[in-house]
């Protein structure tokens, strides 16, 4: 199941002293700014997005267990691959001490609009998916 996505993109240059503000070299404002605003229009409710200290979580809205979308630049050399994963990341969710819930189906339809989103932006290249157990 496709839970993270790397890619590589011109469009989303830090602000003006972010690369400092959550961890040295982290980024992600621009992009989850983006995000925020596209994910909507493909069926998926978001709240407010924030900083963390690996980069920006945008919430999703799920009635049976929270979600988020993360996102940041990786480490790299000129700083334009970034990485988007969807949490949680595992197809069952434990919920109490003796009970699951399915979260296929909510994961599967973040991950489907991530990849319109991503996939309909020419200044996106190199989309890449995979799941948490591989890299």
Same mark, same amino acid.
């Given at each position: 199941m496709r839970t993270h996505v790397q890619f590589v993109s011109d469009a989303f240059p830090p602000y003006a002293g972010e690369q400092d503000d959550i961890n040295p070299g982290i $980024? !992600? /404002?621009?992009?989850?700014?983006?995000l925020a605003? @596209?994910?909507p229009k493909h069926g998926v409710t978001t709240g407010q997005f924030h900083r963390e200290d690996w980069g920006w979580e945008i919430p =999703?809205?799920?009635h049976? &267990?929270?979600? &988020?979308v993360g996102c940041s #630049? @990786?480490?790299?050399p000129n700083g334009n691959v970034f990485l988007c994963f969807i949490n949680p990341s595992r197809p *069952? =969710?434990? /919920? !109490?001490?003796? *009970?699951t819930v399915d979260a296929t189906k909510d994961?599967? *339809?973040?991950? %489907?609009?991530? #990849?319109? =989103?991503?996939?309909? #932006?020419?200044e996106i290249r190199e989309l890449r $998916? $995979? %799941?948490?157990?591989e890299r």
């Open positions: $980024w !992600g /404002k621009r992009l989850a700014e983006f605003s @596209q994910l =999703i809205e799920n049976a &267990f929270p979600m &988020f #630049n @990786q480490l790299e *069952r =969710i434990r /919920k !109490g001490p003796f *009970r994961i599967e *339809r973040v991950a %489907d609009a991530l #990849n319109a =989103i991503l996939e309909g #932006n020419p $998916w $995979w %799941d948490e157990n």
